[in-house]
Nanobody
Framework: VQLQASGGGLVQAGGSLRLSCAASGRDFSMYSMAWFRQAPGKEREIVAAISRNEANTYYTDSVKGRFTISRDNVEDTVSLQMNILKPGDTAVYYC????????????????????WGQGTLVTVSS
């Protein structure tokens, strides 16, 4: 699976962005998907994850109520709608794909992910 992320940019605090990740290759529906982010000098952290069948999602506490993850198993895409952006959201955002046997499972750690997109920079100004 190859992943191509897009949608990053510069936005003022309080604004919105929508990130997209397009997958190519086989069996996108067999992968649990997630968005991670990495700020300068910090470790990569999970932002949101979604199971194969979309039944389960996970959000890190700092983005709950502001971000929404979704996927389209026909178009082979995963998206992250980011609202009410804050300067603390500034980071490079990566989409990840984890091959998963169970359709309702989500994964939290980066070590669980098999494939990564190239990253897209989100900068939120105050």
């Amino acid at each position: 699976v190859q992943l191509q992320a897009s949608g990053g940019g510069l936005v003022q605090a309080g604004g919105s962005l929508r990130l997209s990740c397009a997958a190519s290759g086989r069996d996108f529906s067999m992968y649990s998907m997630a968005w991670f982010r990495q700020a300068p000098g910090k470790e990569r952290e999970i932002v949101a994850a979604i199971s194969r069948n979309e039944a389960n999602t996970y959000y890190t506490d700092s983005v709950k109520g502001r971000f929404t993850i979704s996927r389209d198993n026909v178009e082979d895409t995963v998206s992250l709608q980011m609202n009410i952006l804050k300067p603390g959201d500034t980071a490079v955002y990566y989409c990840g794909a984890a091959w998963t046997q169970y359709e309702d499972q989500v994964h939290f750690g980066p070590q669980s992910y098999d494939y990564w997109g190239q990253g897209t920079l989100v900068t939120v100004s105050s």
